[in-house]
């Protein structure tokens, strides 16, 4: 009897009702398949069809194991005779083993793969890994926390505002790991076991790669699952923000305000409830009279025109009786269609509708895209139930509970197909949250509403780092936070000019935020009531001393503009982070993979933003093998050695590597 058999390039096991496929995918990479009582799915949520070069493949078939190596990677298929399964284990071309299933335990029958059936027929899956107590795990998506690497955490594979799961991880010892399953569940990194579990699913599939480098897992990565487009050049420098521009005239007076004052600008967005009604995707025709005016104004400046856009539909919108008619609107399971309850009663578009996402599309290109706006802001992108109980609700796609971790990417490729089919080229998207493969639809992810405070501000360098290594290269944050902070509070102050600084050294730079105090507009010419704003939140809305701290980082980002195009070309071409971890420049240098909150901005500028209220001083790390110039002083250092550094208010401590822009040194305060 032939356990194992060879499929094609693959190799392929049969036992106990269970289907194990193990195929080239990419160089040096495995895409391994299983699935109970049934033939395996080929399904594409984010997985490119992407084969190795031909004779790169060999398999070995035995009575009691099987192998198939692909480049430099190794899978060993071995048979228990017992139990009558399978366990496998994944090898570097030197031999040395990566990742292997977990044993069974014996007795206590642990399988590695555990189909637990759920009525209707599918299963709740559990796959367990060894554990390896010296591994370091990095990546995941932008998830809140201060610290890099997740060995010894459980992780939740869940949208959340402020969260954003996207399941590959890079290890230290030498592998990338992508679960390329959208359904909701969680990983646990123990020291024992490495844990990954669906709620609900049809199949086991997972993808593997093995590299030297961190660089190279990336790239093998980003092969499979598609690359970022080439940033346009709005992209580049500074985006102006706030909640929110409740009319024309109060946009295009703060535009022409920059313009005045010769600060650099590219791009300042109208936020949400521009509208009459969440779902109605245009502009409120009594506050926005003349929205082509208004655009051609900020063309005319050079400035591109940002339009918030909600998957939230009213059921008092213009458009939810023909979208729920047609079956565009995600389903409850059970009782009330109301899936979210602010400002009013509404439900969420469907994004994983195809037909759903060309309704809402049509929609915008008509009342925004055709007035010359291309650019979106895809907020509440989870998307942002009233309740997170993902079992609640049905996609077209399938069961919440199954595949509701692929809405995000869903909600950026039905706008990017659209703008796209209208012969844009570079497209970007600012989008609250992703999934993989999310980057190949133009989605610059921001890490949501997070607090203006310095818990947070700490967070999101890590998220950062982490959510470029998951191979989402554009991201950024609301400088300054997004909720609360008044512009008159000197502590908020020091905060937001620490947190400019730093966005300054971001994929893209953005202030935004809700201020305070809330100002309440004037009602509707029927005397209804409209959402509030907030504060003032202009780089000139913090007093001249803050104003003077932040308008040399403006204009140094405009010094950088040659330098930033060059990481999103790299971004492009490769998957190269933009924003990058230490170890991923010197992964040579123990130390390196240590650091949490310092990075790369690119490959040449090390930067170590100051993270703690009142300090004026920051201890930093130059890695062995470079030299180091403190960009504010123009002082060198020799690298592998901490040093301490003076960091003012006004200056953050930055390094360039072995002087590669020396006509830099000194030019944010000159």
Not at 106 to 130: C, H, M, Q, S
Not at 231 to 260: D, S, T
Not at 331 to 348: A, H, I, K, L, Y
């Amino acid at each position: 009897m032939e356990r194992f058999t060879r499929c094609g390039d693959a190799l392929c096991w049969r036992g106990n009702g269970e289907l194990l496929k193990i195929e080239p995918w990419g160089e040096h990479s495995f895409r391994v398949r299983s699935r109970m009582m049934g033939d395996l799915l080929d399904w594409d949520y984010a997985l490119l069809p992407e084969k190795p070069a031909a004779g790169a493949v060999s398999i070995d078939i035995s009575e009691q194991e099987a192998s198939i190596q692909n480049g430099s990677l190794r899978a060993v298929v071995d048979y228990d005779p017992w139990f009558q399964n399978v366990r496998v284990h994944f090898y570097d071309e030197t031999g040395k083993l990566l990742l292997e299933e977990a044993h069974h335990g014996g007795g206590i029958k642990r399988f590695a793969r555990r189909w637990k059936p759920i009525l209707g027929g599918d299963y709740e899956l559990t796959v367990t890994f060894n554990g390896n107590e010296n591994e370091k795990i990095f990546g995941m998506g932008q998830y809140q926390q201060d610290y890099l690497d997740f060995k010894h955490s459980i992780v939740e594979l869940k949208q959340h505002n402020t969260q954003a799961s996207v399941p590959f991880y890079l290890s230290n010892q030498g592998y990338g790991f992508f679960w390329h399953n959208p359904a909701v569940g969680r990983v646990t990194f123990a020291k024992n076991f490495t844990e990954w579990k669906a709620e609900s699913t049809k199949q086991m599939d997972y993808w593997i790669t093995a590299g030297h480098t961190p660089a190279q897992i990336e790239e093998s990565y980003a092969k499979v699952v598609g690359t970022a487009p080439m940033m346009p050049e709005y992209g580049l420098g500074f985006w102006q923000c706030k909640l929110r521009y409740w009319n024309q005239e109060q946009l295009l007076e703060v535009a022409r305000e920059y313009k005045r004052r010769g600060l650099p600008i590219d791009v300042i967005v109208c936020d949400f409830f521009h509208w009459p009604k969440m779902g109605d995707f245009r502009f409120e025709p009594e506050f926005f009279p003349d929205p082509k005016a208004m655009v051609d104004e900020l063309h005319e400046m050079g400035i591109e025109l940002m339009v918030s856009i909600w998957p939230q539909i009213s059921l008092q919108s213009e458009n939810y009786d023909e979208m729920q008619e047609q079956g565009l609107l995600v389903r409850t399971e059970r009782g009330s269609q109301v899936t979210m309850q602010w400002p009013e009663d509404s439900t969420f578009y469907d994004a994983t509708n195809p037909r759903a996402r060309q309704y809402v599309w049509e929609k915008c290109k008509q009342n925004y895209y055709d007035y010359g706006i291309k650019v979106f802001w895809l907020d509440e992108a989870e998307p942002e139930y009233g309740v997170y109980d993902f079992d609640a609700y049905r996609y077209f796609a399938g069961p919440s509970s199954q595949v509701s971790n692929l809405y995000p990417q869903n909600y950026s490729r039905g706008f990017y197909e659209g703008m796209e089919a209208e012969g844009q080229k570079n497209i970007v998207n600012l989008v609250r949250c992703a999934w993989a493969g999310s980057q190949r639809y133009g989605a610059l992810v921001w890490s949501g509403d997070i607090q203006s405070d310095w818990t947070d501000f700490r967070r999101q360098v890590c998220a950062g780092q982490n959510i470029g290594l998951a191979g989402i290269p554009w991201w950024t944050t609301d400088i300054g936070g997004f909720s609360n902070g008044h512009p008159e509070d000197e502590g908020f102050r020091e905060l937001l000019v620490r947190w400019f600084e730093w966005g300054t050294f971001c994929p893209v730079m953005r202030l935004h935020g809700d201020r305070e105090p809330h100002v309440v507009p004037a009602k509707r010419a029927d005397g209804s009531s409209i959402l509030f704003t907030g504060g003032d939140n202009e780089v000139w809305s913090y007093g001249d001393a803050v104003y003077d701290a932040l308008t040399p980082y403006l204009h140094f980002r405009e010094t950088m503009r040659d330098y930033t195009r060059s990481l999103m070309a790299e971004a492009h071409e490769k998957g190269t982070p933009v924003m990058r971890t230490m170890f991923y420049e010197f992964p040579e240098d123990e130390t390196c993979w240590e650091l949490t909150d310092q990075y790369f901005y690119g490959g040449d500028l090390l930067v170590a933003p100051v993270l703690e209220a009142g300090a004026t001083t920051r201890r930093v790390y130059l890695p062995k093998g470079a030299s180091w110039t403190l960009l504010s002083t123009g002082k060198e250092y020799e690298g592998g050695q901490w040093v301490e550094v003076d960091a003012p208010l006004s200056v953050i401590p930055v390094f360039l590597r072995d002087k590669r822009h020396a006509e830099w040194i000194g030019s944010i305060h000159a």
